[in-house]
């Protein structure tokens, strides 16, 4: 599977928490353009949808920037930032290259979508679980990737217990996200990712 991010999230996430992460998420994507981050709506296309109930995102689709081919790639465990630069490790990834840090590739700065409503929609292929319903995002470790790391720290903060987190990447995927976080918003409260299989005692 790609390199993703994953949540387990209530049935119905609370109104006045989720308008308080819609806020910050907001302003996230303003820091994300004074960064020249090209950031799109979910398609990849046109403006990002930020609604009282709904936040979706993507990279830009048609960014215009050089075509790299990376395969499928993976962050190396050091990897943080973003960068125009050649951003590729010495030893390649099983699959694509391994990255020191996020980079378009693919000829698209657009990947899977980010999108969390505050009310889930159900579809046939979605399944309820212990902790909630089971979402992704797929990002490939593009330069977005930084922008949906920060927010679902935003949205652990003002959600809790309603939203669980988890990542390929483990704690090193979210650490330039808690700083610039912390940078706009202070020190978060309540920002843990789920224990995997192996940490459980």
């Not at 049935?11 to 799109?40: C, N, Q, Y």
């Not at 378009?104 to 899977?112: D, F, T, V």
């Amino acid at each position: 599977m790609p390199y993703t991010h994953m949540w387990r999230r209530a049935p119905e996430l609370s109104r006045e928490g989720f308008k308080r992460a819609v806020e910050d998420i907001r302003i996230l994507l303003d820091r994300a353009s004074e960064m020249g981050l090209r950031i799109a709506g979910p398609t990849g296309h046109g403006k990002p949808e930020i609604t009282p109930n709904t936040i979706a995102f993507n990279g830009d689709r048609e960014c215009g920037h050089r075509f790299f081919d990376f395969g499928e790639p993976w962050p190396t465990g050091e990897a943080e930032g973003v960068s125009n630069d050649n951003p590729t490790a010495p030893e390649p990834y099983w699959s694509g290259e391994h990255l020191t840090t996020r980079h378009c590739h693919g000829g698209s700065c657009a990947q899977g979508p980010f999108v969390i409503d505050r009310l889930f929609i159900e579809r046939h292929w979605t399944r309820r679980e212990e902790k909630g319903y089971f979402c992704k995002c797929e990002t490939q470790f593009k330069p977005y990737d930084l922008i949906v790391t920060a927010a679902l720290i935003r949205l652990k903060e003002h959600l809790n217990d309603e939203i669980f987190l988890n990542s390929d990447g483990r704690e090193q995927a979210f650490e330039d996200a808690k700083r610039l976080c912390r940078e706009l918003f202070g020190w978060p409260r309540y920002f843990e990712l789920e224990p995997q299989e192996s940490e459980v005692v």
